[in-house]
């Protein structure tokens, strides 16, 4: 029986253009990597992960190896259900730590964004929160590379966010860390693969630059990326805020459910005359570790209430 890694080299080098020169095989593999799959093929999921995040770590690591580490990857999130055990835990006071990597679609373009969100039981349980990819600080709240915010929830908990600016494209696959600073510092090992969305759902209604009524009728697909396996949960946000959109925004309505569905919503309030915004996210989800990987995509239609 052919090993994952063969399996996996015959299918990347069955991707190539007929016309393409053939990809250089490595005479040997990183060691982190084949440690990767003997671990998987001894149903070790945890040191699995572990090891194909230290082969992604490797700077001198050839992209035949790191294509082959994400694939070994999926397929371990497949024998996992879409959970990949880690030796780490969240710090105490910590209830949930999400990475979103988000594709926003509006008229305009579309961007990209990185954001980690959570709850913590106080205000002042996480004090700070870095995003790292090496030594290349992605997002740090205490050095403002991304914007920080803590708001407390109803049932006494607080959310915290560090959403990082937009970019025109999205974050590269690869190995990554959190840092998040309680009464200590807490490393979070975690792979950024599998999670970039590509597509977008449609809004059939309002339409963009429509005038509606004060209570329009919202029409939107049921959407699954395409990348999206039966074992990811999926989400999905709604919401209508005025424009110009200010920060902190407060949506004139919202709904979130983790059922979605495409039937049509009516909301349930009158909207003053003005200008707004309609937007969706669907996220569809998978653990790695203690962390939540979102790949999210959203898209964002403007429209106007008449009066």
């Not at 205490?142 to 959403?163: I, M, N, R, T």
């Amino acid at each position: 029986m052919r090993s994952l890694l063969t399996c996996c080299l015959m299918m990347l080098a069955a991707c190539e253009p007929s016309d393409a020169p053939p990809r250089p095989v490595p005479v040997e593999a990183p060691a982190p990597l084949l440690e990767a799959h003997a671990a998987y093929r001894e149903g070790d999921l945890e040191r699995m992960a572990a090891r194909v995040h230290a082969t992604l770590a490797l700077s001198d690591a050839s992209d035949l190896a790191r294509a082959n580490a994400l694939a070994l990857l999926e397929a371990g999130y497949a024998a996992g259900g879409g959970r990949l055990p880690a030796a780490e835990a969240l710090p105490e006071g910590v209830r949930d730590l999400r990475v979103m990597h988000l594709r926003k679609q509006e008229p305009t373009g579309v961007t990209w964004q990185l954001a980690v969100r959570g709850v913590a039981d106080a205000a002042d349980t996480v004090r700070g929160l870095r995003v790292l990819r090496g030594d290349a600080v992605v997002l740090d709240s205490a050095a403002g590379v991304g914007a920080w915010s803590v708001e407390p929830e109803d049932d006494g908990g607080h959310f915290y966010e560090l959403e990082g600016p937009e970019r025109a494209a999205p974050l590269d696959e690869g190995a990554y860390w959190i840092e998040l600073g309680t009464d200590r510092t807490t490393t979070l090992p975690f792979v950024l693969g599998g999670v970039t969305a590509f597509g977008a759902p449609r809004v059939e209604s309002p339409a963009p630059g429509e005038i509606t009524g004060p209570r329009p009728t919202l029409r939107f697909e049921d959407y699954r990326s395409p990348t999206h396996q039966p074992w990811e949960p999926r989400t999905l946000g709604a919401w209508i805020v005025p424009a110009p959109v200010r920060s902190p925004w407060r949506p004139a309505w919202s709904f979130w459910t983790d059922r979605p569905h495409s039937a049509p919503a009516a909301i349930d309030r009158t909207l003053p005359p003005g200008d707004y915004w309609f937007g969706l996210t669907f996220g569809e989800s998978r653990r790695f570790g203690p962390l939540t990987l979102v790949r999210a995509s959203r898209v964002a239609v403007p429209f106007r209430v008449g009066g």
